[in-house]
């Protein structure tokens, strides 16, 4: 179908335009052309954003390792799918061909099985960024278990709390990872998060580091032997389209982490058809994203929309500035690397050594770069396309989110003119809406608002695991009839979509998201402070880091402030993980409120901003004269 790869500017627009007048039938040809069903669909799309409701290929039966590894065996058993490089240069590649992968998943699958897994349990798999991840996410998709995968630099509270939300039965782990010089007791940290959950029945661990651990009698067992015992065939569930794929948790801005819903088919079309034109993925090409597994950017754009393609997808297990700064170029020249995918919090920390170690190696092979996770900022986007893409690569800044599923504002490679810090176009099928706040719609150019989404795509998350309540309220409550994003964005003379950050308590630190109301709860923990709030604040490699504001109560005794901002990161990195730690800490008396008690954070982000110039009306404040003296204080 010409569709499925878009060539030049007219034909987007050409696509674009049908996407959008006649969705369904756009969307079912996609599907119908480019996977394997075990039955077709009765309804392409049923939708209702005020309950909100959204199911595509009602009717439909399929299973995605069926089109993710089944159906390439014939013409490309051979094919390279995986491509691990290890955290140590020294210990290798190892290339997984796609006929490797089907055995193993199948094998993989087998042993959960054994294990009592069945359709629709949930599985949590934290488990660093070695091949038995993907091949655990597959292994979970085969049988139809939910995976629910936890970054493996989660903590055990984190940890814990995400495997009780989705009631996981199964933990599959590592006894430890590696990052750079140094390695991370994994087992350690599940076995710790596991004394607050009940419901987990047995723990599979991989051998990585060789490391001492303990293993818990009737619970926990190695890997590596059940995998030896297993068959290497396994059947695939016939799985209902709207049937749950996975659960992947997402800070909200208050309480609980939200476990995000993805099925199966709406999610299988959108990755696959993303994947294919974002990247311009041809046959043969090597494709590296350097995100980690644990969040959405890899489970889309690692494993499920690459392998739906046939695609050879590279995995790192390692960091980028190990052995040095080096690393990713030299990965890149390694292995002929095609197409580059990574975060501007990587470029901006790579940019600050300069060229040189980019221009020691060949990196001739790229053709396309991309960016993921946060604004790109002028400077990063600059460096990147000249000095790695040498201004010939297009460098696509991707905008989506964990909730989305799959690439939602992008350009086109070679297609689509790029522009530094602009995301561009929106994707085929999807439809934006700039809102101001009194709820009304910005037409036209040259505006700028809330961004909001129109209309369902395929990929887009359908609930919150256990709480659907709160999935409407958070996404399409704020405008009627909308799916809100939580980002701001402005819109162009010639339409280009720029993303301008977060609107809500939400805010990106080295690319992750995280939530205030969190990381305060983990800092109220601490039996010195009586309240806190935390804001972000611009930083050079990180784009936003953490400054945190925090009353302490009045007990009479001294205390000393540096031994006292310590604990409360150890207590930030016990309940969270060390990425929520703040880099700034201020003790003060009071916190400026409004009349209703709601911590003024926009006074709060401008002192730590340090631009005080001009912080608006404060007289409507339950206590203006705190202001003062924060200011006064500020770090
Ligand atoms: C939030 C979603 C999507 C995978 C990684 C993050 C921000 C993401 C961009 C971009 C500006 C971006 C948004 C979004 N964001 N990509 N290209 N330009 N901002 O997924 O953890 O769910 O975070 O990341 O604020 O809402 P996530």
């Known amino acids: 179908m010409s569709n499925y790869h878009i060539k030049h500017l007219e034909e987007y627009y050409q696509v674009y335009r049908k996407s959008v007048r006649e969705p369904e039938n756009f969307w079912e040809e996609v599907a119908e052309e480019h996977f ?36 390439h065996l014939a013409t490309r058993g051979d094919k390279t799918a995986i491509l691990f490089e290890p955290n140590n240069p020294e210990e290798g590649a190892e290339h997984i061909s796609y006929r490797q992968l089907y055995h193993r998943v199948n094998k993989m699958a087998n042993v959960l099985k054994s294990k009592g897994i069945q359709k629709g349990d949930r599985v949590c798999i934290y488990v660093p960024m070695i091949p038995e991840l993907a091949i655990a996410v597959l292994a979970c998709a085969r049988i139809g278990a939910i995976h629910s995968v936890v970054f493996a630099g989660f903590s055990s509270t984190a940890l814990a709390t995400r495997i009780n939300d989705s009631d996981c039965k199964m933990v599959i782990t590592a006894d430890g990872s590696y990052r750079g010089a140094k390695t991370i007791d994994l087992k350690g940290i599940v076995d710790d998060a596991l004394e607050q959950c009940p419901g987990v029945q047995n723990v599979l661990v991989v051998k990585r580091i060789h490391s001492n651990i ?50 199966t088919a709406g999610y299988m079309v959108f990755t696959a ?21 644990g969040w959405i950017t890899g489970h889309s754009y690692i494993v499920y929309g690459p392998l739906t393609n046939g695609a050879t997808s590279l995995m790192f297990e390692g960091v980028p500035h190990y052995p040095d700064f080096g690393r990713f170029w030299d990965i890149v020249d390694k292995h002929k690397v095609n197409q580059f995918y990574t975060a501007p919090t990587a470029i901006r920390a790579l940019a600050k050594q300069g060229s040189e170690l980019v221009d020691k190696y060949n990196l001739s092979s790229l053709k396309v770069l991309g960016s993921v996770g946060e604004p790109i900022n002028e400077e990063a986007w600059h460096w990147y396309n000249d000095n790695v893409g040498k201004k010939k690569s297009p460098l696509v800044d991707t905008w989506w989110q964990t909730e989305t599923g799959g690439i939602m504002i992008t350009p086109i490679p070679y297609v689509t003119p790029t522009k530094p810090t602009y995301a561009t176009l929106p994707f085929i099928g999807i439809q934006p809406a700039l809102m101001d706040e009194t709820g009304q719609e910005l037409k036209g150019n040259q505006v700028e608002g809330r961004l909001c989404i129109k209309f369902p795509w395929p990929s887009m998350a359908r609930t919150i ?35 301008t950050g977060r609107v809500d308590d939400v805010i990106i630190v080295s690319g ?7 990381i305060e709860d983990a800092i109220n923990e601490h039996p010195a402070v009586s309240e806190s709030a935390i804001v972000g604040f611009p930083h050079d490699v990180k784009g936003n880091a953490l400054y945190g504001y925090v009353i302490l109560k009045d ?24 990425i929520a730690k703040l880099d700034k800490i201020q003790f003060t008396q009071g916190l400026p409120k409004t009349r209703s008690g709601k911590i003024m954070r926009r006074i709060l982000r401008k002192i730590a901003e340090k631009d005080t110039s001009n912080l608006g009306d404060i007289s409507t404040l339950l206590n203006p004269e705190v202001v003062q003296d924060i200011m006064d204080q500020a770090l």
């Open 214 to 263: 303990t293993m818990k009698t009737g619970r926990d067992e190695w890997l590596q032997p059940l995998l030896d015992a297993a068959s290497d065939q396994c059947k695939a569930e016939v799985m209902k389209a709207e049937d749950p794929l996975f659960i992947l948790y997402t800070s909200g801005s208050t309480g609980q982490p939200k476990g995000m819903v993805h099925t």
């Open 512 to 518: 992750h998201n995280l939530g205030t109301a969190p």
């Open 273 to 293: 058809y993303t994947f294919k034109n974002v990247f311009q993925y041809r046959e043969n090409d090597v494709y590296w994203c350097t995100a980690d597994i």
């Open 555 to 578: 007990t009479g005794e001294s205390r000393d402030p540096d031994n006292l901002r310590k604990e409360i990161n150890q207590i930030i990195t016990e309940h969270i993980g060390p």
């Open 465 to 499: 695991w256990g709480n659907h309540q709160r999935y409407k309220d958070t996404y399409f409550s704020a405008f009627e009839g909308m799916y809100f994003t939580g980002d701001g964005a402005l819109r162009d003379e010639v339409g280009y979509y720029r993303i």
């Open 36 to 71: 394997l069903w075990r039955k077709k669909w009765n309804h392409v799309l049923r939708w209702d954003f005020n309950k909100p409701e959204v199911s595509w290929f009602e009717g439909a039966e399929l299973n995605i390792t069926e089109n993710c590894i089944d159906r």
